[in-house]
T-cell receptor
Framework: NAGVTQTPKFRILKIGQSMTLQCTQD?????MYWYRQDPGMGLKLIYY???????DKGEVPNGYNVSRSTTEDFPLRLELAAPSQTSVYFC???????????????FGPGTRLTVT | AQSVTQPDIHITVSEGASLELRCNYS??????LFWYVQSPGQGLQLLLK??????LVQGIKGFEAEFKRSQSSFNLRKPSVHWSDAAEYFC??????????FGAGTRLTVKP
């Protein structure tokens, strides 16, 4: 049971390039999340998904896109990388039921992205 | 939307001393409260959670937290800190929506 896995661990992008951050979980969780972590700012929610085919914006969605075609995978796409997207990105998953609140989240190890 | 404040950016304690990390939340209904720990270069690990019931909750690694509705607080405590507890600690609040909000974190340094 690997939990939540993320690839790559590190990446350097040039301004304007695009890339996809991969996230996979093997716990059969229906909810999945993408966060970014900037120094002194805690975690900010980018996008989340409550199940395959359903995604929604979080606090800071601009510049990102997501898709959820399977329960296991939740990739995050950066289309035109900007220096403001330099951050550490965490994927998380949890069990959840609509209207009953968020259960504890299980986090991946993170992807450190630098845009120059 | 809910929000979380962790008033202390950085705390230093001596090994063996007691620890209290503060967390204040804002949410109009009963919150779901969490404490996570993050070691350098790692993801976040759940220490403990409060959903309902007993307001004093026990977690892993000897940590506990107390939910005080009147003070909108969920402070984390440990009676005797170990050097391995040095890390960053995040308080988080969730509600009857699909959103989880994290505090900015408190970095704990443990002196020998």
């Amino acid at each position: 049971n690997a939990g939540v896995t993320q690839t790559p661990k590190f990446r350097i992008l040039k301004i304007g390039q695009s890339m996809t951050l991969q996230c996979t979980q093997d716990m059969n969780h229906n909810y999945m999340y993408w966060y970014r972590q900037d120094p002194g700012m805690g975690l900010k929610l980018i996008y989340y998904s409550v199940g395959a085919g359903i995604t929604d914006k979080g606090e800071v969605p601009n510049g990102y896109n997501v898709s959820r075609s399977t329960t296991e995978d939740f990739p995050l796409r950066l289309e035109l990388a900007a220096p403001s997207q330099t951050s550490v990105y965490f994927c998380a998953s949890s069990y959840g039921e609509l209207g009953t609140g968020v259960h504890e989240q299980y986090f991946g190890p993170g992807t450190r992205l630098t845009v120059t | 939307a809910q929000s979380v404040t962790q008033p202390d950016i950085h705390i230093t304690v001596s090994e063996g001393a007691s620890l209290e990390l503060r967390c204040n939340y804002s949410y109009g209904a009963t919150p779901y409260l969490f404490w996570y720990v993050q070691s350098p270069g790692q993801g976040l690990q759940l220490l403990l959670k409060y959903f309902s019931g007993d307001t004093l909750v026990q977690g892993i690694k000897g940590f506990e937290a107390e939910f005080k509705r009147s003070q909108s607080s969920f402070n984390l405590r440990k009676p005797s800190v170990h050097w391995s507890d040095a890390a960053e600690y995040f308080c988080a609040v969730g509600g009857n929506n699909n959103d989880m909000r994290f505090g900015a974190g408190t970095r704990l340094t443990v002196k020998p």
